[in-house]
């Protein structure tokens, strides 16, 4: 897998989040990861306080889409439990 499709399926996941009928289970496994980059929907405090909530310890703005949305960097500060790919 290459690192661009690592980033277009976080970032899809995040865009589909509000539509998914367990929206918490999504959220968790994103969660799970010791980094995540995504493209952020909603203003830049709910984006914020959504990845801090999953484990998230510190969410830097990396720059701005083409669609005008914030990139997101988020990054946990302790070792996640592993994930299955």
């Not at 405090?45 to 005008?68: M, N, P, Q, S, Y």
């Amino acid at each position: 897998m290459r690192f661009s499709d690592v980033v277009s399926l976080m970032s899809t996941a995040m865009a589909v989040v509000h539509w998914l009928p367990d929206r918490d289970r999504v959220l968790r496994f994103l969660g799970k990861h010791a980094e995540l980059l995504c493209e952020g929907h909603e203003c830049l405090d709910v984006e914020r306080a959504r990845l801090k909530a999953i484990g998230f310890a510190e969410v830097r703005v990396l720059g701005e889409t083409e669609r005008g949305r914030y990139l997101l960097h988020a990054r946990r500060l302790e070792c996640p439990e592993r994930v299955a790919t």
